[in-house]
T-cell receptor, first 112, second 115 residues
Protein backbone atom coordinates (compact mmCIF):
# COMPACT_ATOMS: atom_id res chain seq x y z
CA UNK A 1 0.00 0.00 0.00
CA UNK A 2 0.93 3.64 -0.07
CA UNK A 3 3.45 4.64 2.54
CA UNK A 4 5.12 7.78 3.76
CA UNK A 5 8.74 7.62 4.83
CA UNK A 6 9.35 10.18 7.54
CA UNK A 7 12.78 11.16 8.83
CA UNK A 8 14.45 11.49 11.16
CA UNK A 9 12.76 9.15 13.62
CA UNK A 10 13.88 11.30 16.53
CA UNK A 11 15.81 14.48 17.19
CA UNK A 12 17.53 15.78 20.31
CA UNK A 13 18.22 19.50 20.10
CA UNK A 14 19.05 22.52 22.24
CA UNK A 15 16.54 25.26 22.82
CA UNK A 16 16.94 27.92 20.16
CA UNK A 17 18.10 25.59 17.42
CA UNK A 18 16.30 25.18 14.13
CA UNK A 19 14.75 21.83 13.21
CA UNK A 20 14.04 20.23 9.88
CA UNK A 21 12.14 17.03 9.15
CA UNK A 22 10.84 15.56 5.93
CA UNK A 23 8.56 13.05 4.38
CA UNK A 24 8.84 11.18 1.08
CA UNK A 25 6.66 8.83 -0.89
CA UNK A 26 7.01 6.70 -3.98
CA UNK A 27 3.60 7.86 -5.20
CA UNK A 28 1.95 11.23 -5.76
CA UNK A 29 -0.01 12.96 -3.04
CA UNK A 30 -2.53 15.74 -3.66
CA UNK A 31 -2.44 17.18 -0.16
CA UNK A 32 0.28 17.21 2.46
CA UNK A 33 -0.44 17.79 6.14
CA UNK A 34 1.74 18.24 9.20
CA UNK A 35 0.43 17.36 12.66
CA UNK A 36 1.79 17.48 16.21
CA UNK A 37 0.74 14.98 18.85
CA UNK A 38 1.29 15.42 22.59
CA UNK A 39 1.12 12.45 24.99
CA UNK A 40 -2.42 11.28 25.64
CA UNK A 41 -3.88 13.56 23.00
CA UNK A 42 -4.94 13.31 19.40
CA UNK A 43 -2.91 14.92 16.62
CA UNK A 44 -3.40 18.64 16.01
CA UNK A 45 -3.06 20.08 12.52
CA UNK A 46 -0.16 22.52 12.14
CA UNK A 47 -0.01 23.21 8.42
CA UNK A 48 -1.93 22.05 5.34
CA UNK A 49 -0.49 22.22 1.82
CA UNK A 50 -2.66 21.85 -1.27
CA UNK A 51 -0.51 22.75 -4.28
CA UNK A 52 2.83 21.50 -5.57
CA UNK A 53 5.54 24.00 -4.70
CA UNK A 54 3.43 25.69 -2.03
CA UNK A 55 5.37 27.15 0.88
CA UNK A 56 3.34 27.99 3.98
CA UNK A 57 4.25 29.39 7.38
CA UNK A 58 2.51 29.25 10.72
CA UNK A 59 4.47 31.26 13.25
CA UNK A 60 7.86 29.60 13.66
CA UNK A 61 6.79 26.69 11.46
CA UNK A 62 7.32 26.53 7.70
CA UNK A 63 6.34 23.68 5.43
CA UNK A 64 6.62 23.04 1.71
CA UNK A 65 4.80 20.80 -0.74
CA UNK A 66 7.45 19.32 -3.02
CA UNK A 67 7.28 20.06 -6.73
CA UNK A 68 7.24 16.36 -7.59
CA UNK A 69 4.26 15.95 -5.21
CA UNK A 70 6.14 13.08 -3.60
CA UNK A 71 7.71 14.91 -0.68
CA UNK A 72 7.27 17.61 1.92
CA UNK A 73 9.35 19.16 4.67
CA UNK A 74 8.66 20.96 7.93
CA UNK A 75 11.02 23.45 9.52
CA UNK A 76 10.78 24.80 13.05
CA UNK A 77 12.85 27.86 13.81
CA UNK A 78 14.22 28.87 17.21
CA UNK A 79 12.85 25.84 19.03
CA UNK A 80 11.42 26.18 22.53
CA UNK A 81 10.71 23.51 25.17
CA UNK A 82 7.00 23.34 24.32
CA UNK A 83 7.90 22.16 20.81
CA UNK A 84 8.55 18.75 22.35
CA UNK A 85 6.25 16.11 20.91
CA UNK A 86 5.72 13.85 17.94
CA UNK A 87 5.38 15.41 14.51
CA UNK A 88 3.55 13.49 11.81
CA UNK A 89 3.40 14.10 8.12
CA UNK A 90 0.25 12.93 6.40
CA UNK A 91 -1.09 13.02 2.90
CA UNK A 92 -4.04 12.34 0.71
CA UNK A 93 -3.01 10.26 -2.28
CA UNK A 94 -3.77 11.13 -5.86
CA UNK A 95 -6.89 9.47 -7.15
CA UNK A 96 -9.28 11.05 -4.76
CA UNK A 97 -10.87 9.65 -1.68
CA UNK A 98 -10.80 10.67 1.95
CA UNK A 99 -8.22 8.14 3.13
CA UNK A 100 -5.35 9.93 4.88
CA UNK A 101 -1.96 8.24 5.08
CA UNK A 102 0.32 9.06 8.04
CA UNK A 103 4.06 8.75 8.45
CA UNK A 104 5.57 7.04 11.49
CA UNK A 105 6.44 10.34 13.15
CA UNK A 106 9.47 12.34 14.24
CA UNK A 107 9.98 12.52 17.99
CA UNK A 108 11.40 15.90 18.98
CA UNK A 109 13.19 16.44 22.27
CA UNK A 110 14.25 19.99 23.22
CA UNK A 111 16.77 20.62 25.98
CA UNK A 112 16.43 23.95 27.73
CA UNK B 1 -16.62 21.20 25.45
CA UNK B 2 -16.53 22.06 21.78
CA UNK B 3 -14.02 19.41 20.69
CA UNK B 4 -14.26 15.76 19.69
CA UNK B 5 -14.78 13.51 22.67
CA UNK B 6 -14.23 9.78 22.96
CA UNK B 7 -15.23 7.27 25.58
CA UNK B 8 -14.02 5.37 27.37
CA UNK B 9 -10.53 6.84 27.47
CA UNK B 10 -9.11 3.48 28.55
CA UNK B 11 -10.47 -0.01 28.02
CA UNK B 12 -9.01 -3.31 29.13
CA UNK B 13 -10.54 -6.40 27.58
CA UNK B 14 -9.84 -10.08 27.86
CA UNK B 15 -9.07 -11.81 24.60
CA UNK B 16 -12.31 -12.88 22.98
CA UNK B 17 -14.45 -10.13 24.49
CA UNK B 18 -16.42 -7.65 22.40
CA UNK B 19 -15.80 -3.92 22.88
CA UNK B 20 -17.58 -0.77 21.77
CA UNK B 21 -15.81 2.57 21.48
CA UNK B 22 -17.77 5.79 21.22
CA UNK B 23 -17.01 9.01 19.38
CA UNK B 24 -18.88 12.30 19.79
CA UNK B 25 -17.80 14.56 16.92
CA UNK B 26 -17.98 18.33 16.88
CA UNK B 27 -21.62 19.32 16.45
CA UNK B 28 -22.55 19.86 12.81
CA UNK B 29 -19.50 18.14 11.37
CA UNK B 30 -20.38 16.12 8.32
CA UNK B 31 -17.30 13.91 8.08
CA UNK B 32 -16.10 11.40 10.65
CA UNK B 33 -12.99 9.24 10.56
CA UNK B 34 -11.68 6.37 12.68
CA UNK B 35 -7.97 5.59 12.96
CA UNK B 36 -5.93 2.92 14.75
CA UNK B 37 -2.60 4.00 16.24
CA UNK B 38 -0.24 1.27 17.37
CA UNK B 39 2.47 2.11 19.89
CA UNK B 40 5.21 4.16 18.30
CA UNK B 41 3.43 4.45 14.97
CA UNK B 42 1.36 6.98 13.11
CA UNK B 43 -2.43 6.69 12.90
CA UNK B 44 -3.75 4.23 10.33
CA UNK B 45 -7.02 4.94 8.57
CA UNK B 46 -9.85 2.57 9.37
CA UNK B 47 -13.06 4.03 7.99
CA UNK B 48 -14.81 7.23 6.86
CA UNK B 49 -18.41 8.43 7.25
CA UNK B 50 -20.16 11.25 5.48
CA UNK B 51 -23.19 11.92 7.66
CA UNK B 52 -24.65 8.45 8.27
CA UNK B 53 -23.16 6.88 5.14
CA UNK B 54 -20.02 4.80 5.49
CA UNK B 55 -18.23 5.68 2.26
CA UNK B 56 -14.90 3.98 2.88
CA UNK B 57 -14.20 1.04 5.12
CA UNK B 58 -11.12 -0.17 3.31
CA UNK B 59 -8.92 0.20 6.39
CA UNK B 60 -10.87 -2.09 8.69
CA UNK B 61 -8.42 -4.93 9.37
CA UNK B 62 -10.94 -7.76 9.56
CA UNK B 63 -14.63 -8.53 9.67
CA UNK B 64 -14.37 -8.39 13.45
CA UNK B 65 -14.32 -4.61 13.14
CA UNK B 66 -17.58 -2.78 12.55
CA UNK B 67 -18.41 0.93 12.66
CA UNK B 68 -21.69 2.77 12.53
CA UNK B 69 -23.03 6.31 12.64
CA UNK B 70 -26.78 5.77 12.43
CA UNK B 71 -27.96 9.37 12.87
CA UNK B 72 -25.02 11.12 11.32
CA UNK B 73 -23.57 12.34 14.59
CA UNK B 74 -22.28 9.93 17.28
CA UNK B 75 -20.29 6.98 15.97
CA UNK B 76 -19.43 3.64 17.51
CA UNK B 77 -16.53 1.37 16.58
CA UNK B 78 -17.18 -2.20 17.63
CA UNK B 79 -14.56 -4.92 17.78
CA UNK B 80 -15.76 -8.47 18.20
CA UNK B 81 -13.73 -11.31 19.69
CA UNK B 82 -10.81 -9.03 20.50
CA UNK B 83 -7.28 -10.28 19.90
CA UNK B 84 -4.01 -9.08 21.41
CA UNK B 85 -3.02 -7.45 18.12
CA UNK B 86 -6.06 -5.18 18.47
CA UNK B 87 -4.31 -3.39 21.35
CA UNK B 88 -3.83 0.21 20.20
CA UNK B 89 -5.17 3.72 20.58
CA UNK B 90 -8.30 4.26 18.53
CA UNK B 91 -8.66 7.85 17.35
CA UNK B 92 -11.74 9.53 16.03
CA UNK B 93 -11.66 12.73 13.97
CA UNK B 94 -14.32 14.94 12.46
CA UNK B 95 -14.33 17.65 9.86
CA UNK B 96 -16.92 20.27 9.03
CA UNK B 97 -17.41 19.54 5.38
CA UNK B 98 -17.38 16.59 2.99
CA UNK B 99 -14.38 18.04 1.20
CA UNK B 100 -11.16 16.16 0.64
CA UNK B 101 -8.41 17.83 2.64
CA UNK B 102 -10.75 19.61 5.06
CA UNK B 103 -9.20 20.02 8.50
CA UNK B 104 -9.71 17.00 10.71
CA UNK B 105 -10.12 17.59 14.45
CA UNK B 106 -9.03 14.63 16.51
CA UNK B 107 -10.33 13.36 19.81
CA UNK B 108 -7.98 12.19 22.58
CA UNK B 109 -8.42 8.54 21.65
CA UNK B 110 -9.40 5.36 23.45
CA UNK B 111 -6.49 3.20 24.56
CA UNK B 112 -7.52 -0.45 24.19
CA UNK B 113 -5.48 -3.13 25.89
CA UNK B 114 -6.35 -6.74 25.15
CA UNK B 115 -4.97 -9.25 27.66
Amino acid sequence: GQQLNQSPQSMFIQEGEDVSMNCTSSSIFNTWLWYKQDPGEGPVLLIALYKAGELTSNGRLTAQFGITRKDSFLNISASIPSDVGIYFCAGLPGGGGFKTIFGAGTRLFVKA
Amino acid sequence: GAGVSQSPRYKVAKRGQDVALRCDPISGHVSLFWYQQALGQGPEFLTYFQNEAQLDKSGLPSDRFFAERPEGSVSTLKIQRTQQEDSAVYLCASSLEARIGDTQYFGPGTRLTVL
